[in-house]
């Protein structure tokens, strides 16, 4: 199965601020999932990530505030915009394996002050 | 948004004894897979069953599907302190190839 590396592994950030996640695959895939997980809550799916195309976001997130790069079949970022308090939760990126399921990279955990 | 109910939301067993987690979905599916969260970090597929299987093993985990009740059920047998971690359910849009997660067990172990 793919093995994803997502940086930074966690962050605390100032508000009015943006991060970008970064999440490199060892392997070509088609599409990458973005999704956010609040305290103590389930994964929410923030976007899909195509390569060569605009991610399709899920009802509730829009570009501006989490605009998302697919520069190839190997990388994606998901960058929180203007972040405020509401934002601290943890970000993890996603891809399909086939059969064995999805795989997830290790989550960044972000902490907005 | 989240595909369904999980039950329980918490569950506290001692080691040795078998843990039952029930998860509920609202579409259609290809298939539905479990996975595992330890400690808010990156998640662990466990096992995948498909909308044509009623039951699956995978050394201690035993899944069921009822496709016309729209559940499963994830055993874990003689669990261990290291099965301590939260579990979740997630279904798979055939279309999209979305997976969309079940609100999650956490599941204590105690030694």
């Known amino acids: 199965s793919a093995v994803i590396s997502q940086k930074p592994s966690r962050d605390i950030c100032q508000r009015g601020t943006s991060l970008t996640i970064q999440c490199q695959v060892d392997?070509?895939?088609?599409?990458m999932f973005w999704y956010r997980q609040q305290p103590g809550q389930s994964l929410t799916l923030i976007a899909t990530a195509n390569q060569g195309s605009e991610a399709t976001y899920e009802s509730g997130f829009v570009i501006d505030k989490f605009p998302i790069s697919r520069p190839n079949l190997t990388f994606s970022t998901l960058t929180v915009s203007n972040m405020s308090p509401e934002d601290s939760s943890i970000y993890l990126c996603s891809v399909a394996t086939g059969r064995e399921g999805y795989t997830f990279g290790s989550g960044t955990r972000l902490t907005v002050v | 948004s989240q595909q369904g109910e999980e039950d329980p939301q918490a569950l506290s067993i001692q080691e040795g004894e078998n843990a039952t987690m029930n998860c509920s979905y609202k579409?259609?599916?290809?298939?539905l897979q479990w996975y595992r969260q330890n400690s808010g970090r990156g998640l662990v597929h466990l096992i995948l069953?498909?909308?044509?299987?009623r039951e699956k093993h995978s050394g201690r985990l035993r899944v069921t599907l009822d496709t016309s009740k729209k559940s499963s059920s994830l055993l874990i047998t003689a669990s261990r302190a290291a099965d301590t971690a939260s579990y979740f359910c997630a279904t798979v849009n055939g279309n999209t190839g979305k997976l969309i997660f079940g609100q999650g067990t956490t599941l204590q172990v105690k030694p």
């Open positions: 579409t259609s599916i290809n298939n």
């Open positions: 069953i498909r909308s044509n299987e």
């Open positions: 392997s070509q895939v088609t599409m």
